[in-house]
């Protein structure tokens, strides 16, 4: 379109008019070209993603201001849905199950010591960490180190992030039980980590708060902010109406250099403060999906109370079937705003009136495919398989089960993993530390826990899958040790077992039969193969 000056110069010209607008045409065509030959298609913007919003903001920005509401959703699918409460029970039984547990490993060769005192002061240091496991509970509930690990977990999947303060308490316990070590770990819910009323960063420091994390200006956690109470207990009575602005801030590391908060999350994006549910991807199916059962079941229980309906071409009122409440409480004629249906129920019919079947029009053919969908896309969402979020091993043959698990533990080990290096590995450090001060174990002289973080060096072992086929399974696992591509600590690391506490009740068992004259042979192993398996199993 031609502006004032065009037009102007057209006037005074008209041969370098028409070239200016052709010029203008060929550029404006150009921009549209490009517009629509995008090097990205994904890019585009025409009739079909108009309505695609999107957002530059960072990772903080784009969560923070949501993560309540998401969290409080998050909680209310687990609390009031079977799918959801499935899904995250299940999550923390086969990650944690009976303990993710520490296993010493430390590298005499750095250290500068045989082999033979790395092995015993990795045994005290494990045999200490046994010690203190049925007290690592701060709160005193009696929770032992693995049940804490199994709320810890169900507490990260639901709420995107919780929190764990290493605190020291009086071994003798003045009130409550006494303690094998003063070391113990207080659980901190995530809403109890937030920013203070009225502040955006701390004064003294110059630091950022984002969301009760205290930042510096590379972003790294320096300190956090926790409130005295849970926001949630002003909604009861006579609580938390004390504190409802006072804050702890407790440092990110302690001037020894051990964790001061363990903040247990996993960031989706560089820069990211706070974690963000499992669920908050599939919250709005899962809730969507709920909906819809109810609304099923809902009308399955109507159906089958109703089987006739009265018809009553007499009235032309919009009257409903049934009785209706006057104001002194009696029943009356038909007419009832409210009818309460119940199985068997048959309305007695007046003059001219006539029955009529009530079998409303439904496609119930419809109802499975929906809903095999929508658990396909949860399960996705939930980076899981559709067998272990229904419990549905039905529609899925031998071969196909053992592919499902293999992917599941693909992420699973990488959780277990992850929970093992957050949790686990502190807390054996602490235990371990605070054991040699109190003289439970000898180092050598020229070296102390304090002068190098080796002596703790340490793997996690957590739960183990199950054997599918154990006769072919079992097989291959000694065929891999055979041939050098695997061995004895390796495999009973994938079942979740310490390869010397094996070795050592072999011998024992070995050495108890032998004294009482046993003699055992090979155990047979029946060969079968997948489609006997899935013939057994009636599995096409």
């Known amino acids: 379109m031609a502006n004032r000056l065009d037009k102007l110069i057209g006037y005074i010209s008209p041969a370098r008019g028409a070239r200016r607008a052709s010029a203008r045409l060929a550029m404006n065509h150009l921009g549209g070209m490009q517009s629509q030959v995008s090097s990205h298609r994904a890019a585009r913007r025409n009739r079909l993603t108009d309505d695609w919003l999107t957002s530059r903001g960072s990772a903080d920005a784009d969560i923070l201001n949501d993560l309540p509401n998401i969290r409080m959703r998050s909680r209310e699918v687990v609390k009031n849905t079977g799918l959801g409460e499935g899904l995250i029970g299940s999550l923390a039984d086969t990650l944690v199950g009976t303990g993710i547990r520490p296993q010493s490993t430390i590298d005499h060769q750095e250290l500068g010591i045989s082999e033979e005192d790395a092995r015993s002061i990795g045994s005290s240091m494990e045999r200490a960490f046994r010690r203190w496991v049925p007290f690592a509970d701060a709160h005193g509930r009696c929770l032992s180190f693995w049940a804490l690990e199994k709320l810890i977990t169900r507490s990260w999947l639901e709420s995107g992030d919780v929190f764990l303060h290493p605190t020291f308490l009086d071994r003798e316990g003045k009130g409550s039980r006494p303690r094998t070590y003063s070391f113990a770990l207080e659980a901190i819910e995530a809403d109890r980590v937030c920013t203070p009323h009225g502040r955006a960063g701390n004064d003294d420091t110059g630091n950022e708060i984002r969301d009760g994390v205290e930042i510096d200006s590379r972003g790294t956690p320096v300190a956090y902010w926790v409130r005295a109470s849970h926001p949630g207990d002003i909604m009861i009575s006579g609580l938390a109406k004390h504190d409802r602005g006072t804050f702890k801030r407790v440092p990110a590391w302690t001037e020894s250099g051990r964790p001061g908060m363990i903040h247990i999350f996993e960031p ?128 899925s043959n031998f071969a196909n089960g053992k592919l499902s698990e293999t992917h599941l533990w693909k992420t699973l080990s990488s959780d277990q993993r992850f929970l093992g290096g957050s949790m686990v590995t502190p807390s054996y450090m602490f235990v371990a530390e605070e054991s040699y001060l109190r003289n439970e174990y000898a180092l050598p002289e020229q070296l102390t826990p304090l002068s190098s973080l080796d002596w703790f060096a340490a793997t996690t072992h957590a739960p183990g899958r199950s054997y599918m086929q154990p006769e072919k399974e079992i097989p291959a696992i000694g065929d891999a040790i055979e041939i050098g591509v695997s061995n004895r600590a390796i495999a009973c690391g994938e079942r ?43 599995v096409a």
């Open 268 to 395: 989706l994006r560089v820069g990211q403060t706070r974690g963000i549910p499992l669920l908050a991807p599939i919250l709005v199916d899962i809730h969507q999906l709920d909906e819809y059962l109810m609304n099923e079941l809902t009308v399955k229980r109507v159906l089958s109370c109703i089987g006739l309906i009265v018809e009553n071409p007499e009235l032309a009122d919009g009257s409903v079937i049934g009785t209706y409440e006057s104001e002194d409480g009696s029943e009356t004629g038909p007419g009832s705003r409210n009818t309460k249906f119940k199985p068997g129920m048959v309305f007695e019919g007046q003059r001219g009136q006539k029955l009529s079947a009530f079998n409303p029009a439904r496609d119930d053919q419809t109802f499975d495919p929906f809903v095999m969908v929508m658990l396909r896309r949860i399960a996705c969402g939930a980076k899981t398989t559709y067998e272990f979020l229904t419990k549905d091993f039905s529609k």
């Open 496 to 538: 979740g077992l310490d390869w010397e506490t094996v070795a050592r009740q072999q011998a024992r068992e070995q050495a108890l039969d032998k004294s009482l004259g046993i003699q055992r042979g090979p155990i047979p192993v029946r060969a079968t193969n997948d489609r006997d398996d899935d013939e057994a199993r009636g």
